[in-house]
């Protein structure tokens, strides 16, 4: 693998968390303002997502 890829490879884990914790976030605010209830449980089943993938990647 030549060394751009494995530069991005690197840097997608920690990218994915910014991520993770952004929709962690965003579906708190969502729900505890009670503005859109389904779109904040999605974006929590997102964050658990994108954890979980960040979980099999570093493992």
Do not use: E, Q, Y
């Amino acid at each position: 693998m030549n060394a751009a890829l494995t530069s991005i490879a690197s840097a997608a884990p920690a990218i994915a968390m910014l991520g993770m914790f952004a929709c962690l976030i965003g579906g708190v605010v969502l729900i505890a303002k009670k503005r859109d209830r389904k779109k904040g449980v999605l974006m929590l089943v997102m964050a658990a997502v994108l954890l979980a993938n960040v979980a099999i990647w570093t493992l």
